[in-house]
């Protein structure tokens, strides 16, 4: 049985067709050039405005940068880590994966390899191990993460404060079955994992921790979603709290959403680390603290 499909006559031209393919393929690629120059000029101005520990002043984030920034100590916890890193980087096993954020970068199909995932999602070793001497510091007893992905950034989370409660939310099934495993290998088992859309999740999470002392956004990585988690977080932090935002400078939008951020009035003290912006709620400061630092 012969079947027939009725074409539009311009799109029968191969040479039409091929310069369709061509020009989008090039408007992608200017898209993302333009995209990563402007990344590139961001990061140059935070270079030039980043201010080192001699150039603030305040008890408390005078420690915090000695303590917690500055801190070269290696914990035992991080080999476990970056061993279960390399696990992920070299599964070539293909899943699908259901992305409700602004999506990948990279990634630009449900179909993706675990590695492929590991590679481009994760968290660096250099900001994981930040976020375990954060914990340390600061031992919340209630820990969010929006965001799991393999699991990575969970563990330095979870292993830094054993006895704190852990929910992470994750958007994918499949990927959220590939942390658990993760957590189960590194007998770990103060994380709860819950699956589905962030907006969706979040409320129930946060009537089960009752109250968050430090908080993970790595979400949705758009204007709207951020403020919203923001603002569904907020009644749950405690007087002492942390909220940690990823890629804060990641796009237009994100770099809105923190200044919105950083304007709110129950935050009393900002730090801009390029790749990541921490906000603290301690209700003992008066007066608002913004920082631009090296790390």
Not at 11 to 36: Q, R
Not at 90 to 102: N, Q
Not at 108 to 115: A, D, H, L
Not at 189 to 207: M, R
Request: with cysteine.
């Amino acid at each position: 049985m012969a079947y027939f499909i009725r074409l539009d006559p311009e799109a029968i031209s191969n040479k039409h067709v091929t310069k369709v393919a061509f020009s989008k393929c090039f408007s992608i690629g200017i898209f993302a050039a333009m995209s990563k120059f402007k990344t590139v000029l961001r990061y140059g101005k935070y270079v030039l405005t980043a201010k080192t520990v001699y150039d603030v002043h305040g008890p408390f984030i005078f420690n915090f940068i000695n303590s917690v920034l500055k801190d070269k100590r290696h914990f035992y916890a991080f080999d476990e880590i970056e061993y279960s890193r390399e696990r992920l980087l070299s599964d070539k096993h293909i899943i699908i994966v259901e992305d409700f954020g602004a999506g990948s970068k990279v990634n630009k199909t449900p179909e993706r390899k675990v590695s492929d995932i590991a590679k481009n999602t994760l968290i660096t070793p250099k900001f994981g191990q930040l976020m375990f001497r954060m914990v340390d510091f600061l031992q919340p007893e209630n820990i969010l993460e929006i965001g799991t992905s393999l699991g990575i950034s969970t563990l330095y989370l979870a292993k830094a404060a054993p006895k704190a409660k852990v929910i992470s939310l994750e958007g994918s099934k499949a990927v959220a079955e590939i942390a658990q495993n993760v957590f189960e290998i590194n007998n770990v088992n103060n994380i709860e994992v819950i699956t589905g859309e962030f907006s969706s999740t979040l409320p129930g999470a946060l009537k089960q921790l009752g109250v968050v002392s430090l908080a993970f956004v790595d979400g949705n990585h758009r204007y709207a979603p951020t403020l919203q988690y923001f603002e569904m977080i907020k009644p749950y932090l405690n007087e002492h709290a942390v909220v940690i935002f990823d890629d804060i400078h990641w796009s237009d939008e994100m770099e809105a959403a923190w200044k919105v951020i950083i304007a709110d009035p129950m935050v009393t003290i900002c730090i801009d680390l390029f790749f990541k912006g921490i906000v603290f709620f301690k209700k003992d400061f008066h007066l608002k603290s913004n920082f631009v630092l090296q790390f």
